[in-house]
């Protein structure tokens, strides 16, 4: 600090604009100051993964530009030491660049653009203001195509002969998010090799793309890509049945794939962790986030390809396993918030603050927030308003709590975007300034207001006023409230003992806690135990066994097997499970709940299956290989059918792991005789990611594979004594037979018919009948009932490395409610008043968590005879709507709130 001359060189030079100005203080002069960790010797300020030097290590003008020689990055990047128990490498991927290796022209045209240039084509925040337009001459497309594996699966120098797993799905929603963009119609196109739509929910959403937005999926090979006289870009390929062909297109956006940075595998190396060839971080099935140098865990694309609720249930399950190695340091290090005091308001009269966001231009582009801000003033009880650019920033975030301060504010409203993502982070910073966070109202300005009337942005501006003044009515009759405290019992109940339910109980005890595993089955495992290998070439039998040794030897684990839930009773922190034995009946008390009941593998009605003993299910297949069946290596033909159940009308989902585990199965087949015949019929080729590599293999040595035309099927009968399977090949547009000496059917993964413990722990199911999460990017293995969670295909069909991080996540969730011991539930719930009561039961029959009920005669205080279990209650509103008597009231949403919000829409 001493040498620095506060001349401001620093600060212009600096492109990310990361060096900034700081007040000396008792001095009126200004001295310049970047964060300690930036290297420059003045003060502690801002967030250093901004600067270029520390983010890609270059840069350094401001260090060039300096005449006072105040800042050396050398110096300082040498004193910066951090001692930890554990690290967690979480650097993710860059995008392929198509340029390294330019076979379509995106050098050469302004309208060849990759997937993350369109995304800031269609971001209101973007170069366009989210208008979607051709970058050339900002005219609007009528035909846009996606290619897809830009990058990916490609063998040729400067590509990745890996899948990047998120590019199919990522493009459909581009298409999309086109489609619905384009004002008169758009022709959206997808040129791709296999759809890889393999997520939970994820065909639905391609079906959708397909049959509601009219999206086209052309399965081609593209030759190359020539722009004509008008800006248009003609792609040429060659079409499924091998016919050239050509189309031209406003745009073409290239699907571009992930890989590992020079920077991201430079440090692996750092960290002495073993990488695979492509360099991701290596790791194993049965330890997916623990890399081969103890203490050093990963998660994210760093590891390999994924999308974000893979990469976030994989951070949980890193910062688990951390935590399990930590465990006995827990709380030694930790610095508790100090939330001040909470002020009095009652009886004061109301002085509102209305704090107006632009979103960047996602609201600003479309609702005049400076008119909608004047008009606030004038509101009653309205003492002041402002606009922000970005509200939930934290510079903004500060803002509010000072102005709060400084205008004595005693109740909060926030216009801007959808309070399910951010209502809690305006509420915490209420918090912070004394004020109860319940004397806070958030109006969904971007979503019912700048999205849905994008087109009319004066009918947008005036809804803006009108949900504002309806706010700022409710909100002046708003008071304080209190939150109920409860405290946890700290043991967890594990529903299921197959890999997932045995992990989450293993990962409980490692972090100190107790947990009961419940199986159905008289032993553990799961439908593991029918599982040979895992794509990786583990061997299962061997590693569950392991597992089974280690949950049944910890003293921390109690086991169930053969056992029932018959009924349960009670909520997050005080759970009370009976569960049912042969022998016995015993009531568990425990905090929280990982449901990880499992799936099974559909039993096929058709293709000759449980009427000829060689035609057999994919896991049937894994028990002979298990046994080493001396059958298997007489076998001279064998064929393998794709998709027996799934992606079909009943059952529109991917099964997920049925392609890479048929091309494991095929290799060892090929393994056992060589000079067998492995065919593979198929529909789209699944192997996503990592397991490309499987695919690669197969084909190099030797294995068939054969697109089959759904529409047409597959038909199994008898040729003598012979099977015959007969199908129509795409490619050769023609029926084709093979005769095999064993048929193997890939069948869907399926839950079970009837699921009780939905209903008995109150959380939801989705359309194909698998357990929930809460958000599938925010809390994937959250339930929405608080104190649940949810792990393994009980939350829908995933390979064993992915049960197990999940399994280890929904732990390390369930780790969070257990170490705090206590927790508030909120004030937001209904309360009933006994003396209007006339116990009609509606209440009870209409509530979807039991949270009411009727309380029993010798404790009543009053005639009334109904009570509300705010640990139960969600707050949702239905007891009230269906209380004849108006003896039920919502905390925050009472009778005269909700009045209040009608009449002001009439104002």
Same mark, same amino acid.
């Given at each position: 600090?001493?040498?620095?001359?506060?001349?401001?060189?620093?600060?212009?030079?600096?492109?990310?604009?990361?060096?900034?100005?700081?007040?000396?203080?008792?001095?009126?002069?200004?001295?310049?100051?970047?964060?300690?960790?930036?290297?420059?010797?003045?003060?502690?300020?801002?967030?250093?993964?901004?600067?270029?030097?520390?983010?890609?290590?270059?840069?350094?003008?401001?260090?060039?530009?300096?005449?006072?020689?105040?800042?050396?990055?050398?110096?300082?990047?040498?004193?910066?030491?951090?001692?930890?128990?554990?690290?967690?490498?979480?650097?993710?991927?860059?995008?392929?660049?198509?340029?390294?290796?330019?076979?379509?022209?995106?050098?050469?045209?302004?309208?060849?653009?990759?997937?993350?240039?369109?995304?800031?084509?269609?971001?209101?925040?973007?170069?366009?203001?989210?208008?979607?337009?051709?970058?050339?001459?900002?005219?609007?497309?009528?035909?846009?195509?996606?290619?897809?594996?830009?990058?990916?699966?490609?063998?040729?120098?400067?590509?990745?002969?890996?899948?990047?797993?998120?590019?199919?799905?990522?493009?459909?929603?581009?298409?999309?998010?086109?489609?619905?963009?384009?004002?008169?119609?758009?022709?959206?196109?997808?040129?791709?090799?296999?759809?890889?739509?393999?997520?939970?929910?994820?065909?639905?959403?391609?079906?959708?793309?397909?049959?509601?937005?009219?999206?086209?999926?052309?399965?081609?090979?593209?030759?190359?890509?020539?722009?004509?006289?008008?800006?248009?870009?003609?792609?040429?390929?060659?079409?499924?049945?091998?016919?050239?062909?050509?189309?031209?297109?406003?745009?073409?956006?290239?699907?571009?794939?992930?890989?590992?940075?020079?920077?991201?595998?430079?440090?692996?190396?750092?960290?002495?962790?073993?990488?695979?060839?492509?360099?991701?971080?290596?790791?194993?099935?049965?330890?997916?986030?623990?890399?081969?140098?103890?203490?050093?865990?990963?998660?994210?694309?760093?590891?390999?390809?994924?999308?974000?609720?893979?990469?976030?249930?994989?951070?949980?399950?890193?910062?688990?396993?951390?935590?399990?190695?930590?465990?006995?340091?827990?709380?030694?290090?930790?610095?508790?918030?100090?939330?001040?005091?909470?002020?009095?308001?009652?009886?004061?009269?109301?002085?509102?603050?209305?704090?107006?966001?632009?979103?960047?231009?996602?609201?600003?582009?479309?609702?005049?927030?400076?008119?909608?801000?004047?008009?606030?003033?004038?509101?009653?009880?309205?003492?002041?308003?402002?606009?922000?650019?970005?509200?939930?920033?934290?510079?903004?975030?500060?803002?509010?709590?000072?102005?709060?301060?400084?205008?004595?504010?005693?109740?909060?409203?926030?216009?801007?975007?959808?309070?399910?993502?951010?209502?809690?982070?305006?509420?915490?910073?209420?918090?912070?300034?004394?004020?109860?966070?319940?004397?806070?109202?958030?109006?969904?300005?971007?979503?019912?207001?700048?999205?849905?009337?994008?087109?009319?942005?004066?009918?947008?501006?005036?809804?803006?006023?009108?949900?504002?003044?309806?706010?700022?009515?409710?909100?002046?009759?708003?008071?304080?409230?209190?939150?109920?405290?409860?405290?946890?019992?700290?043991?967890?109940?594990?529903?299921?003992?197959?890999?997932?339910?045995?992990?989450?109980?293993?990962?409980?005890?490692?972090?100190?806690?107790?947990?009961?595993?419940?199986?159905?089955?008289?032993?553990?495992?799961?439908?593991?135990? %029918? #599982? *040979?290998?895992?794509?990786?070439?583990?061997? $299962?039998?061997?590693? &569950?066994?392991?597992? !089974?040794?280690? /949950? @049944?030897?910890?003293?921390?684990? %109690? #086991? *169930?097997?053969?056992?029932?839930?018959?009924? $349960?009773?009670?909520? &997050?922190?005080?759970? !009370?499970?009976? /569960? @049912?034995?042969?022998?016995?009946?015993?009531?568990?008390?425990?905090?929280?709940?990982?449901?990880?009941?499992?799936?099974?593998?559909?039993?096929?009605?058709?293709?000759?299956?449980?009427?000829?003993?060689?035609?057999?299910?994919?896991?049937?297949?894994?028990?002979?290989?298990?046994?080493?069946?001396?059958?298997?290596?007489?076998?001279?033909?064998?064929?393998?059918?794709?998709?027996?159940?799934?992606?079909?009308?009943?059952?529109?989902?991917?099964?997920?792991?049925?392609?890479?585990?048929?091309?494991?199965?095929?290799?060892?087949?090929?393994?056992?005789?060589?000079?067998?015949?492995?065919?593979?019929?198929?529909?789209?080729?699944?192997?996503?990611?990592?397991?490309?590599?499987?695919?690669?293999?197969?084909?190099?040595?030797?294995?068939?594979?054969?697109?089959?035309?759904?529409?047409?099927?597959?038909?199994?009968?008898?040729?003598?004594?012979?099977?015959?399977?007969?199908?129509?090949?795409?490619?050769?547009?023609?029926?084709?037979?093979?005769?095999?000496?064993?048929?193997?059917?890939?069948?869907?993964?399926?839950?079970?018919?009837?699921?009780?413990?939905?209903?008995?722990?109150?959380?939801?199911?989705?359309?194909?009948?698998?357990?929930?999460?809460?958000?599938?990017?925010?809390?994937?293995?959250?339930?929405?009932?608080?104190?649940?969670?949810?792990?393994?295909?009980?939350?829908?069909?995933?390979?064993?490395?992915?049960?197990?991080?999940?399994?280890?996540?929904?732990?390390?969730?369930?780790?969070?409610?257990?170490?705090?011991?206590?927790?508030?539930?909120?004030?937001?719930?209904?309360?009933?008043?006994?003396?209007?009561?006339?116990?009609?039961?509606?209440?009870?029959?209409?509530?979807?968590?039991?949270?009411?009920?009727?309380?029993?005669?010798?404790?009543?205080?009053?005639?009334?005879?109904?009570?509300?279990?705010?640990?139960?209650?969600?707050?949702?509103?239905?007891?009230?709507?269906?209380?004849?008597?108006?003896?039920?009231?919502?905390?925050?949403?009472?009778?005269?709130?909700?009045?209040?919000?009608?009449?002001?829409?009439?104002?």
């Amino acid at each position: 600090m001493d040498k620095c001359i506060a001349c401001g060189a620093c600060s212009l030079k600096c492109p990310k604009k990361v060096v900034n100005e700081y007040d000396a203080g008792l001095s009126k002069r200004k001295a310049i100051y970047v964060d300690y960790a930036q290297a420059v010797p003045l003060k502690y300020a801002i967030d250093d993964t901004q600067c270029f030097y520390l983010t890609k290590g270059k840069c350094r003008k401001c260090e060039e530009v300096c005449p006072a020689d105040a800042i050396n990055f050398e110096d300082k990047a040498r004193d910066l030491t951090i001692n930890v128990g554990a690290v967690i490498y979480s650097s993710g991927c860059k995008p392929y660049n198509p340029a390294t290796h330019d076979v379509y022209g995106y050098n050469k045209s302004k309208n060849i653009i990759t997937s993350l240039e369109f995304e800031r084509i269609l971001s209101s925040s973007g170069p366009y203001g989210g208008h979607m337009v051709r970058p050339s001459d900002n005219k609007e497309p009528k035909k846009i195509a996606w290619l897809q594996c830009v990058g990916s699966r490609d063998v040729h120098i400067g590509a990745k002969g890996y899948c990047s797993s998120v590019c199919c799905t990522y493009a459909v929603k581009e298409a999309m998010l086109a489609v619905d963009h384009a004002k008169d119609g758009l022709d959206a196109a997808i040129f791709y090799m296999d759809i890889r739509t393999y997520g939970k929910d994820f065909e639905r959403y391609y079906n959708q793309a397909r049959d509601e937005f009219g999206v086209r999926f052309v399965k081609s090979k593209i030759t190359n890509i020539v722009e004509t006289e008008d800006g248009n870009q003609l792609i040429r390929y060659v079409d499924e049945s091998g016919k050239l062909a050509e189309e031209a297109f406003d745009i073409v956006v290239l699907s571009v794939g992930l890989e590992v940075g020079q920077q991201a595998g430079q440090l692996a190396r750092i960290l002495d962790t073993k990488l695979d060839k492509y360099n991701f971080v290596s790791t194993t099935s049965f330890a997916p986030v623990t890399t081969s140098k103890p203490g050093v865990y990963v998660c994210g694309t760093i590891e390999a390809p994924k999308d974000i609720p893979s990469s976030v249930i994989e951070a949980s399950a890193s910062a688990g396993s951390a935590g399990s190695s930590l465990s006995e340091f827990r709380w030694s290090l930790t610095k508790q918030k100090e939330i001040p005091s909470e002020i009095d308001i009652r009886g004061q009269r109301p002085r509102i603050g209305v704090f107006v966001c632009c979103c960047g231009t996602n609201i600003a582009g479309v609702v005049d927030v400076p008119l909608v801000v004047e008009y606030v003033k004038d509101l009653p009880y309205v003492t002041f308003s402002d606009q922000g650019l970005f509200s939930c920033s934290q510079d903004a975030l500060n803002n509010l709590a000072a102005t709060i301060e400084r205008e004595k504010l005693n109740r909060v409203v926030v216009a801007a975007c959808t309070p399910k993502t951010h209502e809690t982070l305006f509420q915490e910073t209420l918090a912070t300034t004394g004020l109860n966070k319940y004397v806070f109202e958030m109006v969904n300005i971007r979503n019912q207001c700048s999205w849905v009337h994008k087109d009319s942005p004066d009918l947008a501006t005036e809804k803006a006023k009108d949900l504002i003044r309806m706010a700022v009515d409710k909100v002046s009759l708003m008071g304080p409230l209190d939150e109920v405290e409860l405290e946890i019992n700290q043991s967890a109940l594990v529903i299921g003992g197959g890999i997932a339910g045995m992990q989450a109980a293993k990962t409980l005890s490692d972090q100190g806690y107790h947990a009961s595993i419940i199986e159905r089955n008289e032993y553990l495992g799961g439908k593991a135990l %029918d #599982i *040979h290998e895992t794509w990786q070439g583990e061997n $299962v039998a061997e590693n &569950v066994s392991r597992l !089974i040794k280690d /949950v @049944q030897n910890d003293e921390n684990i %109690d #086991i *169930h097997t053969g056992a029932a839930i018959s009924h $349960v009773d009670g909520f &997050v922190g005080n759970f !009370i499970t009976t /569960v @049912q034995t042969a022998d016995s009946k015993v009531d568990l008390e425990h905090g929280v709940t990982i449901i990880a009941s499992g799936a099974s593998e559909f039993k096929p009605d058709q293709y000759l299956y449980d009427e000829d003993d060689r035609v057999l299910t994919g896991l049937e297949l894994d028990q002979k290989l298990i046994a080493d069946d001396p059958a298997i290596t007489e076998i001279n033909t064998a064929v393998f059918i794709q998709c027996v159940g799934s992606r079909i009308p009943e059952r529109p989902y991917c099964s997920k792991v049925c392609c890479t585990h048929s091309i494991k199965n095929a290799l060892t087949l090929k393994e056992r005789n060589p000079e067998m015949d492995v065919y593979i019929l198929y529909r789209d080729m699944r192997t996503y990611g990592l397991r490309e590599d499987l695919y690669l293999e197969a084909r190099e040595k030797g294995i068939s594979f054969l697109r089959y035309n759904f529409e047409k099927g597959i038909e199994v009968d008898y040729d003598g004594d012979e099977l015959r399977v007969e199908f129509t090949d795409t490619v050769m547009r023609r029926k084709m037979a093979i005769n095999p000496d064993m048929l193997v059917l890939a069948t869907a993964i399926i839950p079970p018919a009837e699921n009780p413990i939905a209903q008995q722990y109150k959380v939801t199911l989705n359309q194909d009948g698998f357990f929930m999460e809460a958000h599938a990017k925010l809390r994937p293995v959250d339930c929405s009932t608080d104190g649940v969670f949810l792990c393994g295909l009980a939350h829908g069909p995933k390979p064993i490395d992915e049960s197990v991080s999940q399994a280890i996540a929904a732990a390390t969730r369930a780790v969070t409610l257990l170490a705090k011991k206590n927790i508030s539930i909120s004030g937001t719930v209904a309360e009933v008043s006994p003396q209007i009561c006339s116990e009609c039961g509606g209440c009870i029959s209409v509530c979807p968590y039991s949270a009411p009920s009727f309380i029993e005669e010798s404790a009543r205080f009053f005639p009334g005879r109904a009570q509300i279990n705010p640990a139960l209650c969600k707050g949702c509103g239905l007891c009230v709507a269906s209380c004849r008597s108006g003896a039920i009231h919502l905390h925050g949403f009472d009778n005269d709130q909700i009045l209040s919000q009608i009449a002001a829409i009439y104002e």
